[in-house]
């Protein structure tokens, strides 16, 4: 059984710095695309980064561009998020995913992710 798991949310300051991990079990991800989407109350859930299979590649939304970093680990089956100078408007639940075609361009759609986790709350107080 394939499962996303991320952990590492929680409240922080305006300004502060989180990083999430998202640890997948159950199968290999390092021969494909991951990414992290969140979604706010009342809001569509959207596109925040994505890594290429290898770690080389990245994209990010432009709303975190320069203040978040996305990072792999295929030894250990682990995406992350480094999230700085963090603000209010970045509150939101946090979802790690994975493409399921190998070595396919970063996707930034969220029907083009197939795996899912469940979702970690971070919340960033004014």
């Known amino acids: 059984q394939v499962q996303l798991v991320e952990s590492g949310g929680g409240l922080v300051q305006a300004g502060g710095s989180l990083k999430l991990s998202c640890a997948a079990s159950?199968?290999?991800?390092?021969?494909?695309?991951m990414g992290w989407f969140r979604q706010a109350p009342g809001k569509e859930r959207e596109f925040v980064a994505g890594?290429?299979?290898?770690?080389?590649?990245?994209v990010y939304a432009d709303s975190v561009k320069g203040r978040f970093t996305i990072s792999r680990d295929n030894d250990k089956n682990t995406l992350y998020l480094q999230m700085g100078s963090l603000k209010p408007e970045d509150t939101a639940v946090y979802y790690c995913?994975?493409?399921?075609?190998?070595?396919?361009?970063?996707?930034?759609?969220?029907?083009?992710?197939?795996?899912w986790g469940q979702g970690i709350q971070v919340t960033v107080s004014s």
């Open positions: 159950g199968r290999t991800f390092s021969n494909y695309v």
């Open positions: 995913a994975a493409d399921v075609i190998a070595r396919r361009l970063i996707r930034t759609q969220r029907n083009e992710y197939y795996y």
């Open positions: 890594i290429n299979w290898s770690g080389g590649s990245t």
